[in-house]
């Protein structure tokens, strides 16, 4: 059975049997520019198994265990049962009556690995993880397995030229999926005109990032630490000097694509672990909640006019989000549409979103902020409901098609969803009649946004796990007041769960040689509150920003080795090294010579090291991260980067004789990483080498 499909319907089935394999490519006539011709992943994975001892057969379960597969005879089964879990999603109506047991039984039974290969390849096994994290002759293929298929990103479109954003990008999955496209149909030998910036709150998880987006050795990517929600704006568009207004150069940081994957409470992946079972309440939807829509909304200030933005969770939860994406919608006005991608994907089995819901706080149910009592309407927020208190957008419905139109869907598959809406349909064979599904009452409030266009996947549809999808395009800038409104939603959470925290201004070090002020625009960031969770600076921190004043300071000097490197020698943040700009033309020169690098290849201002003191750490970055550097450090480094570019490697310290680039830039190809321990694909598969040698 194939799970989670991907769009180009390059699907790879494969069935491990005792003793051997048999892998099995489908539409293998259709491929991507720059993809690999189906036959060359099935050797390669044939060869691997070829090495691997043969597999035992599954042990058959345990008699009482729970799930198939997953029993250990020593142990008592894991409970998979949850009532509060259950009432949630059956007064929510999840999926429609008739169908909650196969729904209930497919959530406890183990997730399958599925994985995706490259970004038109997906594989799936009969085999949960946990087998496989068992199987030591499978240990390095689990390794593989971690990065797999991810469906958000495909709704992104991407195209090799583009500026991306991954929110909450940790640990990478999707990411490695969003350089894998960038990097997809360029001609061999040139590095994409594209860059992701991937980003994450928590500092371990970002080096997680960084450890498992290693392999792809791309020079397009940037990872940074900030909330999302405060995510800087970097922008020179106003009160900027003269020199700024230079056409070529990149005036504000603003993104084509945008991927909001936020954090939220993750019952979706109630296959994967026992643990959610027990730990499920419905506040943990609620609590999360105004995050994500603080997220999703500086998402949708960062996104260029004609951007597309994906919101996505690993979650059922409605409060998470219909009601984010509602939120969203009404802040933004006619800024923004949720778009209709119903003919996108056609192979992945979808429902439509919700449009209405409850919102339960305690044990207590509620289907307007109107009802909720006094002292709760602080943590129970308007935006929770289907429809907030503004009146006009309240409306109550009564048999009406709309209400509906989610559970009278539930069935269907890849069917035109604006088009059914007005009509009563007989899907499946079952005649399904909005009125008969939920009784006509008059307290039902609908939400007035197309909020059928978000997708909620399920898992007995396709033997996956749960999430939700959305996707949204940015038709105009956002205006002053909806950007104030995020603020005010802001401080409408610091009654609660959240505490603000002033960031300290950066310190002056006693080495600075020079010190520029400079003016950015700093009127639409004006987020002097971060989100606090108790981080420091430097470690789980919080972007910031220059809140109370226009000015920022910037310190630009030359390094002590006379005129060598012109850097940015301090970082505004504490605990990250800055990201210095190797120029030294002997350095550069003995690179070239050292791998014979045509002159023609861009060096210049594309080498990067984190250490002033020594420069044996040196990366290379594109042209596009280049860019960014540049207008970083105009703005005074409001980019918090952990890291940046491919890391070359110094062979015995002593830069710059002896350096070699650790992702090896032969014939100015991008090859795989030598030291790489397993076998990696590289998305240009003509240029492709496959290593598997010396740690
Ligand atoms: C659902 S996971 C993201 C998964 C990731 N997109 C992937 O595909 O691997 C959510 C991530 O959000 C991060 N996070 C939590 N709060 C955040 C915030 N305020 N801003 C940015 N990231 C945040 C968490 O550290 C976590 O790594």
């Known amino acids: 059975?194939?799970?989670?499909?991907?769009?180009?319907?390059?699907?790879?089935?494969?069935?491990?049997?005792?003793?051997?394999?048999?892998?099995?490519?489908?539409?293998?006539?259709?491929?991507?520019?720059?993809?690999?011709?189906?036959?060359?992943?099935?050797?390669?994975?044939?060869?691997?198994?070829?090495?691997?001892?043969?597999?035992?057969?599954?042990?058959?379960?345990?008699?009482?265990?729970?799930?198939?597969?997953?029993?250990?005879?020593?142990?008592?089964?894991?409970?998979?049962?949850?009532?509060?879990?259950?009432?949630?999603?059956?007064?929510?109506?999840?999926?429609?009556e008739e169908e909650w047991d196969a729904f209930m039984s497919v959530l406890r039974k183990p997730l399958p690995a599925t994985f995706r290969i490259n970004a038109c390849l997906a594989w799936h096994l009969n085999f949960s993880r946990k087998e496989l994290r068992k199987n030591q002759?499978?240990?390095?293929?689990?390794?593989?397995?971690?990065?797999?298929?991810?469906?958000?990103?495909?709704?992104?479109?991407?195209?090799?030229?583009?500026?991306?954003?991954?929110?909450?990008?940790?640990?990478?999955?999707?990411?490695?999926?969003?350089?894998?496209?960038?990097?997809?149909?360029?001609?061999?030998?040139?590095?994409?005109?594209?860059?992701?910036?991937?980003?994450?709150?928590?500092?371990?998880?970002?080096?997680?990032?960084?450890?498992?987006?290693?392999?792809?050795?791309?020079?397009?990517?940037?990872?940074?630490?900030?909330?999302?929600?405060?995510?800087?704006?970097?922008?020179?568009?106003?009160?900027?000097?003269?020199?700024?207004?230079?056409?070529?150069?990149?005036?504000?940081?603003?993104?084509?694509?945008?991927?909001?994957?936020?954090?939220?409470?993750?019952?979706?992946?109630?296959?994967?672990?026992?643990?959610?079972?027990?730990?499920?309440?419905?506040?943990?939807?609620?609590?999360?909640?105004?995050?994500?829509?603080?997220?999703?909304?500086?998402?949708?200030?960062?996104?260029?006019?004609?951007?597309?933005?994906?919101?996505?969770?690993?979650?059922?939860?409605?409060?998470?989000?219909?009601?984010?994406?509602?939120?969203?919608?009404?802040?933004?006005?006619?800024?923004v549409e949720l778009l209709d991608v119903s003919s996108e994907l056609p192979e992945l089995v979808r429902r439509p979103g919700l449009s209405t819901w409850k919102v339960q706080d305690r044990e207590s149910w509620f289907q307007s902020h109107d009802e909720v009592p006094h002292n709760r309407k602080n943590v129970v927020f308007p935006s929770m409901f289907p429809a907030s208190n503004s009146t006009e957008e309240s409306h109550t419905v009564c048999g009406d098609v709309e209400v509906n139109i989610n559970n009278m869907n539930s069935f269907s598959r890849n069917i035109?969803?604006?088009?059914?809406?007005?009509?009563?349909?007989?899907?499946?064979?079952?005649?399904?009649?909005p009125t008969k599904i939920l009784e006509c009452t008059s307290n039902i409030v609908s939400s007035?946004?197309?909020?059928?266009?978000?997708?909620?996947?399920?898992?007995?549809?396709?033997?996956?796990?749960a999430f939700f999808i959305a996707v949204l395009h940015k038709l105009s800038p956002l205006n002053g007041s909806q950007i104030k409104d995020t603020k005010i939603q802001h401080r409408l959470g610091t009654d609660r769960t959240i505490q603000f925290q002033k960031e300290p201004k950066p310190e002056t070090r006693p080495y600075e040689t020079t010190l520029t002020r400079r003016q950015h625009n700093v009127s639409?960031?004006?987020?002097?509150?971060?989100?606090?969770?108790?981080?420091?600076?430097?470690?789980?921190?919080?972007?910031?920003?220059?809140?109370?004043?226009?000015?920022?300071?910037?310190?630009?000097?030359?390094?002590?080795?006379?005129?060598?490197?012109?850097?940015?020698?301090?970082?505004?943040?504490?605990?990250?090294?800055?990201?210095?700009?190797?120029n030294d033309e002997a350095v550069i020169k003995s690179i070239q010579s050292f791998f014979g690098i045509k002159e023609s290849f861009p060096l210049e201002g594309h080498l990067?090291?984190?250490?002033?003191?020594?420069?044996?750490?040196?990366?290379?970055v594109s042209k596009s991260v280049k860019e960014i550097l540049e207008l970083n450090s105009k703005v005074g480094g409001q980019l918090k980067i952990a890291s940046l570019g491919v890391k070359m490697k110094g062979i015995d310290q002593r830069i710059p004789v002896h350096v070699h680039i650790g992702c090896l830039m032969m014939d100015y190809r991008w090859c795989f990483h030598p030291s790489a321990r397993g076998y990696y694909m590289h998305p240009h598969s003509s240029s492709t080498a496959l290593y598997s040698t010396e740690a």
Request: hydrophobic share 35%.
């Open 448 to 465: 007035k946004f197309p909020l059928h266009r978000c997708m909620r996947i399920v898992p007995h549809d396709q033997n996956s796990g």
């Open 137 to 335: 002759a499978l240990e390095s293929f689990h390794e593989f397995l971690k990065h797999e298929s991810e469906v958000p990103p495909l709704f992104l479109n991407v195209q090799p030229d583009h500026h991306i954003l991954d929110m909450c990008a940790a640990p990478g999955s999707k990411t490695f999926q969003l350089l894998e496209m960038i990097h997809q149909s360029k001609e061999l030998g040139l590095l994409p005109g594209a860059l992701v910036i991937a980003n994450d709150l928590n500092m371990r998880r970002c080096d997680l990032l960084i450890h498992n987006t290693k392999r792809m050795c791309t020079a397009n990517l940037i990872v940074t630490n900030h909330g999302a929600e405060n995510f800087p704006y970097c922008s020179l568009a106003k009160d900027c000097s003269g020199s700024y207004k230079d056409p070529c150069k990149l005036q504000k940081l603003e993104f084509d694509r945008i991927l909001c994957d936020v954090p939220c409470s993750g019952d979706g992946t109630i296959r994967k672990g026992h643990d959610m079972w027990r730990k499920w309440n419905s506040g943990m939807g609620n609590q999360l909640h105004l995050l994500q829509v603080n997220i999703a909304m500086r998402g949708i200030a960062l996104l260029k006019v004609g951007g597309r933005m994906v919101y996505s969770t690993c979650s059922l939860n409605p409060v998470e989000n219909e009601a984010v994406i509602a939120e969203l919608l009404r802040r933004s006005g006619n800024s």
């Open 608 to 620: 990067v090291t984190r250490s002033p003191d020594n420069a044996r750490r040196i990366y290379y």
């Open 524 to 582: 639409e960031v004006d987020d002097t509150e971060v989100l606090g969770r108790g981080q420091k600076l430097g470690t789980d921190s919080q972007t910031s920003k220059d809140k109370n004043s226009s000015e920022v300071e910037i310190v630009s000097i030359l390094a002590e080795s006379g005129d060598r490197m012109e850097l940015q020698k301090q970082s505004r943040w504490e605990g990250v090294d800055p990201v210095l700009v190797l």
């Open 1 to 96: 059975m194939l799970a989670a499909r991907t769009p180009v319907s390059l699907s790879l089935h494969h069935r491990i049997v005792a003793g051997g394999h048999r892998g099995r490519c489908v539409g293998g006539s259709q491929r991507r520019r720059g993809g690999a011709p189906c036959r060359q992943f099935t050797q390669a994975l044939q060869s691997l198994w070829r090495h691997s001892p043969p597999i035992p057969p599954p042990a058959p379960p345990a008699a009482g265990a729970a799930t198939s597969g997953e029993a250990e005879p020593s142990r008592q089964p894991p409970v998979l049962e949850n009532a509060a879990f259950e009432e949630y999603y059956k007064v929510q109506q999840i999926v429609r």
């Open 416 to 433: 035109n969803i604006e088009e059914t809406s007005k009509l009563n349909q007989d899907m499946d064979g079952v005649s399904v009649s």
